[in-house]
């Protein structure tokens, strides 16, 4: 069982928005009490941290995505969520959501669960 599942990838035009989602599966772990994150990783390039909302709903984010990115969760629907606006090419990546009880580690990429991913492309 995949403990999350991401979702709203696609193909979009510079300056477009998009929103992923990240949804944890039954049972996989309780959602509410854990840290949820986004990481990307572009092509040849490494992962690196996107944003990060912990339990309580306190966020951070890399210095890049300030302003552009927004993170939120909805505990009822164990579903978080990255709202990206005024997307440009260097955005493309695949991105992925995980999930740890400890913010540290998550915020490092050390993170206990993790989904598969979603291609995001900004092209004209």
């Known amino acids: 069982q995949v403990p999350l599942v991401e979702s709203g990838g696609g193909l979009v035009q510079p300056g477009e928005s998009l929103r992923l989602s990240c949804t944890a599966s039954?049972?996989?772990?309780?959602?509410?009490?854990?840290?949820m994150g986004w990481f990307r990783q572009g092509s040849g390039k490494e992962r690196e941290f996107v944003a990060l909302?912990?339990?309580?709903?306190?966020?951070r984010y890399a210095d890049s995505m300030k302003g552009r990115f927004a993170i939120s969760r909805d505990n009822a629907k164990k579903t978080h969520y990255l709202q990206m606006n005024s997307l440009s090419p260097e955005d493309t990546a695949i991105y992925y959501c995980?999930?740890?009880?400890?913010?540290?580690?998550?915020?490092?990429?050390?993170?206990?669960?993790w989904g598969p991913g979603t291609q995001v492309t900004v092209s004209s």
């Open positions: 995980a999930a740890d009880w400890d913010t540290f580690k998550l915020q490092r990429g050390d993170a206990q669960y």
């Open positions: 039954a049972g996989a772990f309780y959602f509410d009490g854990f840290n």
């Open positions: 909302i912990q339990s309580g709903g306190s966020t």
